[in-house]
Structure formats: structure tokens, C-alpha cells
């Protein structure tokens, strides 16, 4: 089995992902960590607690960190509980997490320097989390094996520039993080332009039994009507984004994706692009490859992961 670490906030922008590698067979999960992000840290705890329990799955979790590496600024986090609504998930609210007494940082590093091999990290958030362990233990480094993060952009705008949400919420982490010369996978939010799921493909879980399936099938039936809940009566056919399961589907089948190395940095000083995730696609910074981006995947084969 590959030992796996996830680093994440999670809402239902990556609780996708997560079931697929929670319930992947071939994957060991030896723990997750916390971070802030989109929604609160205790929000993001309390969904991890309740997913855990839905997939019966027994690891620890380490709460980390509640605010930028850098920075005493945050982008003001929303409520996004999974559980509760009458659509999508339902969980049990009473759900609790075994939460480990150590900070997330100094719990990746304990679970790595313990592990018999090196452990690829899952993360779906800011890397704030994972520049503390690299700043506090550089020899951490070697004992990862790879990182594929649920983050970055190569064109993808949000707000009107060029940039995406995760590094943008700790800009300073994801610049620190790249430059660690860490193995790093980025599956940016291109990705979930690149691959897509269409009404007929998410109606294809309507009626499974098994517990988790079916939780998947609620949360894609609701995230599906959301993306085309402005679109009119008879016309509702735009794809489901799939950037959240296409990083959890890449750690089980790389095969399945089209990959190229280039040069990958985060401007910190533009005063119109900060925080913007910066990719040499032309090749014209002169500096060596530091990421592996996904561009393209097979549409079919991933898809074909979502209900197994």
C-alpha cells in the first residue's frame, strides 16, 4: 500500500477528491492535517470528523494552521459545512475526529521520519501548512515522496487576473513551498476546465447502495445543479468541474493524465498580480522545471473512477 498524508480544507470543493482516496484500497492514509482556507478551521475540522466517519476510515487529524505563513491578513472564510443541507451529503453531525495533541506541522513530521518509506502528501488548500514542517525540518524533505496539490493556475482568472484562490490565500507558503525543490505535482484549476462530468455521467451513482457512493453521487448531483442553476429550464447541460477528484484520481493512476515539467513561481511584489501563480509556459524565464502540471487527462478513464 502507498502510504498518503492529506493536507486540506475541506468543503465541498475537495470533499470529492477526498472519498476517492479515503476509500482507495491501494492507498494507506496515515493522517490528516488541517488547514485554514475557504471556511474556518473548526468548519473544516468538523468536516473532515464527519467524512472520516462516513468512509469508516480510523486516522489521526492534526489541527495546523489558522491564518497565512506570512502575512496578518485573511481573506474572510465562509461557513461551509458538508453535513446538514437537503441536498448533497448527509453525515452524521455527532461525528468525531481523533485529533492528535500535536500541531499539524510537527505531525507530518513525526509520521514521516517514523514511516517505512516515503509518504506522498495529498494537499487541497493553502501550503501553509507544509512550509512550517520545511521551514522547522528541511530534512523532512527527503522523506516525501512526492506532492500533488489541488492548487495553482496556469490561465484560469479569478477576480479578473490571472490567479487562483489557493495560492492566493497564502501567496508567501506557496512561493516557499515551490522553491523547496519538493517532487510537485500541480493539478491547477485548469484542470477542472480540461475535465468535466456531464448530467448523464453523474446520474450514473443514482441507486447505488454502498454508503460512500452514494454520499458522492448527492454531493456531485448538488455541486452539478449549482454550476447550472442560472442556466434556463431544458438548457441545463454544463459539466461538472472535476479538478477536486481529478488530483485524488492522479495519485491512484498517473497513466491516465498528460503531464509536462516547466518553471513555476508566485509574484509577491505586483501590485495588480500578487499572489498570482506564475507558469513558464513559454519557457522564456530561463529557470529550471520545479513542477509537474497537469494539462489533459482521458476523459473516460477518470470518470470511470468515481463509482468504483
Not at 480510523?58 to 437537503?86: K, T
Not at 481523533?98 to 506541522?105: E, R, V, W
Not at 454531493?219 to 488530483?247: H, M, S, Y
Not at 513561481?265 to 522564456?284: N, Q, S
Request: glycine share 8%; charged share 20%; hydrophobic share 45%.
Amino acid at each position: 500500500m502507498r502510504p498518503v498524508l492529506m493536507d486540506v480544507n475541506l468543503t465541498e470543493d475537495f470533499a470529492a477528491g477526498f472519498l476517492l482516496a479515503a476509500r482507495a484500497p491501494e492507498l494507506d492514509i496515515l493522517g490528516v492535517t488541517i488547514t485554514f482556507g475557504e471556511t474556518d478551521l473548526a468548519t473544516a475540522a468538523k468536516n473532515t470528523a464527519e467524512v472520516l466517519d462516513l468512509c469508516g476510515l480510523s486516522c489521526p487529524v492534526a489541527l495546523g494552521a489558522d491564518r497565512p505563513w506570512r502575512r496578518s491578513w485573511v481573506l474572510p472564510p465562509r461557513p461551509m459545512p458538508l453535513g446538514g443541507d437537503i441536498n448533497g451529503m448527509q453525515l452524521d453531525p455527532e461525528a468525531q475526529a481523533d485529533i492528535s495533541p500535536l500541531p499539524a506541522a510537527e505531525f507530518l513530521y513525526e509520521v514521516l521520519r517514523t514511516a517505512s518509506q516515503p509518504v506522498t502528501l495529498l494537499c487541497a488548500g493553502p501550503l501553509t501548512n507544509i512550509a512550517v514542517l520545511l521551514e522547522r525540518h528541511p530534512d523532512a524533505k527527503g522523506r516525501i515522496r512526492q506532492l500533488i496539490w489541488r492548487g495553482g493556475t496556469q490561465r484560469h482568472a479569478v477576480n479578473g487576473v490571472v490567479r487562483d484562490l489557493q495560492t492566493l490565500l497564502d501567496p508567501e507558503a506557496a512561493a516557499f513551498v515551490l522553491e523547496a525543490g519538493l517532487p510537485f505535482v500541480m493539478c491547477p484549476v485548469d484542470m477542472g476546465h480540461a475535465l468535466q462530468a456531464s448530467q448523464e455521467e453523474v446520474d450514473a451513482g443514482i441507486g447505488l447502495t454502498d454508503p460512500v457512493l452514494h454520499q458522492l453521487n448527492r454531493l456531485l448531483k448538488k455541486r452539478w445543479c449549482q454550476v447550472n442553476e442560472n442556466q434556463p429550464i431544458g438548457q441545463r447541460r454544463l459539466g461538472l468541474p472535476l479538478q477536486d477528484a481529478a488530483a485524488a484520481v492522479y495519485l491512484l493512476d498517473p497513466e491516465a493524465f498528460t503531464a509536462e515539467a516547466f518553471h513555476c513561481e508566485v509574484d509577491l511584489k505586483g501590485r495588480y498580480t500578487f499572489g498570482m501563480c506564475v507558469v513558464d509556459i513559454c519557457r522564456r524565464m530561463g529557470k529550471a522545471d520545479n513542477i509537474l502540471l497537469l494539462r489533459d487527462a482521458d476523459h473516460t478513464r477518470v470518470i470511470s473512477r468515481l463509482y468504483q
